[in-house]
């Protein structure tokens, strides 16, 4: 199977990172912020850097949007993964148009409502998974999976 996974780094890298017993057994591709944290923590990895800031700067959301359609073209993954934050938008709305398998987790800090990049990807992603239980009972889609931090 392959995943991309794609997060912003600093907290959200870390989330993803936390997973390492599910995205490992995998071929996968991260793609996230051009920082010195992410670059150190994903030396052996796979990694495109998206257009960062990500956060509220509209031109970086339209050029990631162009660079998540090329990478979904090109690479093919069966699932897109992530934990947020600006980045995962493109990503998800057009794995969701191709048809790959769409993933979010809401970081732990999301304990009884949404982020904003979890209200934009909640009407396309297939699983919506959060850390507590809180969120499952405002939104039907979502799955309490447990902290993993």
């Known amino acids: 199977m392959k995943i991309l996974i794609a997060c912003s780094s600093g907290g959200h890298l870390a989330q993803a990172l936390a997973l ?54 090109e690479w093919k993954p069966d699932v897109v993964f992530s934990t947020g934050a600006a980045v995962a938008v493109p990503f998800m709305w057009q794995a969701h148009a191709v048809g790959a398998r ?19 990807v909640y009407p396309v992603v297939d699983e919506y998974l959060t850390q507590w239980d809180q969120l499952v009972e405002r939104l039907p889609k979502a799955q309490n999976v447990g902290v993993v931090l």
């Open 20 to 73: 390492k017993p599910w995205w490992e057994r995998h071929e996968r591709l991260w793609v996230t912020g051009p920082t010195a944290d992410a670059r150190m923590k994903l030396a052996r990895e796979r990694v495109v850097e998206c257009h960062y800031p990500t956060q509220r700067n509209v031109p970086n959301l339209l050029r990631n949007a162009r660079l998540a359609r090329r990478i979904l073209h």
């Open 102 to 120: 769409t993933i979010f987790m809401e970081t732990v800090d999301r304990i009884d409502k949404p982020s904003l990049t979890g209200r934009l």
